[in-house]
């Protein structure tokens, strides 16, 4: 019963701290800002690999027979002087015949509406080709 106590009061304490912070704070919640982006299309797409050359963004993605460049969709973010592309899938590849070496997809800087010699960067996850 003794330790049912102490856990209790310690439990009790540790609550009330939570309570008694500081509230000199420079900005309460009502203050704060979150930034909201619209939802991205479709399903992030891992990739098998990437490559940005020649102000080309190359890609390679896993595809079960029918995926067609239609199927995907690069999004692109620009942050200050660097942008950042994510593939997207819109349409699911339903076929029963997956490319060893997945399917190869690029989109010209220009087609994504880069600045040629952009500074860009991929943000999808890299997924193994399946063997």
């Given at each position: 019963?003794?330790?049912?106590?102490?856990?209790?009061?310690?439990?009790?304490?540790?609550?009330?701290?939570?309570?008694?912070?500081?509230?000199?704070?420079?900005?309460?919640?009502?203050?704060?800002?979150?930034?909201?982006?619209?939802?991205?299309?479709?399903?992030?797409?891992?990739?098998?690999?990437?490559?940005?050359?020649?102000?080309?963004?190359?890609?390679?993605?896993?595809?079960?027979?029918?995926?067609?460049?239609?199927?995907?969709?690069?999004?692109?973010?620009?942050?200050?002087?660097?942008?950042?592309?994510?593939?997207?899938?819109?349409?699911?590849?339903?076929?029963?015949?997956?490319?060893?070496?997945?399917?190869?997809v690029?989109?010209?800087?220009?087609?994504?509406?880069?600045?040629?010699?952009?500074?860009?960067s991929?943000?999808?996850?890299?997924q193994?080709?399946?063997?």
């Amino acid at each position: 019963m003794k330790r049912i106590v102490v856990a209790l009061i310690a439990i009790a304490s540790l609550t009330a701290g939570c309570a008694a912070l500081p509230s000199g704070l420079p900005f309460g919640p009502d203050d704060v800002q979150v930034a909201t982006q619209p939802p991205m299309p479709g399903q992030l797409e891992p990739i098998h690999a990437a490559a940005l050359v020649n102000n080309v963004a190359v890609f390679w993605v896993s595809s079960n027979g029918c995926t067609t460049k239609d199927d995907l969709t690069p999004v692109v973010e620009t942050h200050g002087d660097a942008s950042v592309i994510t593939l997207r899938r819109i349409s699911e590849d339903r076929c029963k015949t997956p490319l060893d070496d997945g399917f190869e997809v690029q989109w010209s800087y220009q087609e994504l509406g880069l600045t040629p010699g952009s500074r860009v960067s991929v943000n999808n996850p890299y997924q193994l080709p399946q063997t």
